[in-house]
């Protein structure tokens, strides 16, 4: 069986500070790993994902994700967060011929 | 840009009333996924689709049951609602392969049962 896990449930963080958003997996077989973002009163929104290729992935608002085979992780992160990036954040992860499985979520906090 | 619709953003009924919950899409997408947000579970799949008249169960499909009579179109219906569907659904839809194609989501429907 696949799964996801996001260890925080919350993560605050001055704005203009570096924000990292933590996604650890487990699947059988190669990965392919999905960033949604979910702002408040509103859908998901797809922010970035991994098929293959380089583990460096760039993504909407400025957002990037390194996945790590080693390390089964798939960490987001932005290098100076703003206001406006507080939101729910989902790491989701899917190998083939299984569903798409979400992670619990990570609310983010930027203040001010 | 993909649209996603589902026919209420709110909605309240009471135990033992039979729910439907309609989605539509506008981008032709063959993919459509049915799911409940609950704090602290993330998203778990209750039922998709493939295509047209066809639907496969997702994880947690007890107490629901769906109905694709067209492309654009996806209904999840709840039988009998209980307390315990009191919840955040959300409807997507994708191109295939899904594997590497990211959903697109409507607004949700926050569904309570009384």
């Known amino acids: 069986a696949q799964s996801v896990a996001q260890p925080e449930d919350q993560v605050n963080v001055a704005e203009g500070n570096p924000l990292t958003v933590k996604c650890t997996y487990s699947?059988?077989?190669?990965?392919?790993l999905f960033w949604y973002v979910q702002y408040p009163n509103r859908g998901l929104q797809f922010l970035l994902k991994?098929?293959?290729?380089?583990?460096l992935v760039k993504g909407s608002y400025g957002f990037e994700a390194e996945f790590n085979k080693s390390q089964t992780s798939f960490h987001l992160k932005k290098p100076s967060a703003l206001v406006s990036d507080s939101a729910l954040y989902f790491c989701?992860?899917?190998?083939?011929?299984?569903?798409?499985?979400f992670g619990g979520g990570t609310r983010v906090l930027v203040k001010p | 840009d993909v649209k996603v619709t589902q026919s209420s953003r709110y909605l309240v009924k009471r135990t033992g009333e039979k729910v439907f919950l309609e989605c539509v899409q506008d981008?032709?997408?063959?993919?459509m996924f049915w799911y409940r947000q609950d704090p602290g579970l993330g998203l778990r799949l209750i039922y998709f689709?493939?295509?047209?008249?066809?639907?496969e169960k997702g994880d947690i499909p007890e107490g629901y049951s769906v109905s694709r009579e067209k492309k654009e179109r996806f209904s999840l219906i709840l039988e009998s609602a209980s307390t315990n569907q009191t919840s955040m659904y959300l409807c997507?839809?994708?191109?295939?392969?899904?594997?590497?194609?990211?959903?697109?989501f409507g607004p949700g429907t926050r569904l309570t049962v009384l």
């Open positions: 991994y098929i293959t290729g380089d583990n």
């Open positions: 989701a992860v899917q190998a083939a011929g299984n569903k798409l499985t």
């Open positions: 997507a839809s994708s191109f295939p392969p899904e594997t590497y194609n990211e959903q697109f």
């Open positions: 689709s493939y295509d047209v008249k066809m639907k």
């Open positions: 699947v059988s077989g190669n990965p392919y």
């Open positions: 981008m032709d997408h063959e993919n």
